[in-house]
């Protein structure tokens, strides 16, 4: 069974950065054409891709946000972490990870995790 | 806004059949393989239809998708009250050179 789950904080405060750690299990990111990727959604939005990063460590991220992401796998403990810098109250989002096998798609999500930012 | 273009709502009876709709360009549809996927109330969006048309496994033939040029649709089928979801398609932009999702829609069974 595969399964991936989100973990970091609740609640952050305008400018701080954000750390999210999806925790994953029944596949390998070391696994040929495997990618673990970052997805959020803004409450009652559509969802938004973030970045995402290949079992060969190429990585990919939304030109917008380019310079404030950085996403980063450790195969041993089957994690990848989002790094968010200067969080905005826009950025106020339920953060998802999830499994890509190749060609865009996305066949397995976390739970989600959602994230406030506030003062 | 978002890159892919879907209808903000759609709705039928049950047992009525529905067709959601996502245009997109050349860049992103035109070219690439398209993904659907639904979002019931409160939980993780779920896979439905990837590579265009192709179902993963335990989602049931009532759901298929099918692609011409620049645009998909989703059609359901044999509609069912549990069916009530937000509704996503998504595929990778060669120019933007990012995962692009469209706007969602939300499917009603009235």
């Known amino acids: 069974q595969i399964t991936l789950k989100e973990s970091g904080p609740t609640l952050v405060k305008p400018t701080q950065t954000l750390t999210l750690t999806c925790t994953f299990s029944?596949?390998?990111?070391?696994?040929?054409?495997?990618?673990v990727g970052w997805i959020r959604q803004p409450p009652g939005k559509a969802l938004e891709w973030l970045t995402l990063i290949y079992w060969n460590a190429d990585k990919r991220f939304r030109p917008s946000l380019k310079s404030r992401l950085t996403i980063t796998k450790d195969t041993s403990k089957n994690q990848v972490v989002l790094t968010m810098t200067n969080m905005d109250p826009v950025d106020t989002a339920t953060y998802f990870c999830a499994r890509t096998s190749g060609r865009g798609s996305f066949d397995i999500w976390g739970q989600g995790t959602m994230v406030t930012v506030s003062s | 806004q978002s890159v892919l273009t879907q209808p903000p709502s759609v709705s039928a009876a049950p047992g009525q059949k529905v067709t959601i709709s996502c245009s997109g360009s050349s860049s992103n549809i035109g070219n690439n393989y398209v993904s659907w996927y639904q979002q019931l109330p409160g939980t993780a969006p779920k896979l439905l239809i990837y590579?265009?048309?192709k179902r993963p496994s335990g989602i049931p033939d009532r759901f298929s998708g099918s692609k011409s040029g620049t645009s998909v649709t989703l059609d359901i089928t044999g509609l069912q009250t549990g069916d009530e979801a937000d509704y996503y398609c998504g595929t990778w932009d060669s120019s933007l050179t990012t995962v692009v999702f469209g706007g969602g829609t939300k499917l009603t069974v009235l």
């Open positions: 029944g596949f390998s990111l070391s696994t040929s054409a495997v990618g």
């Open positions: 590579d265009n048309n």
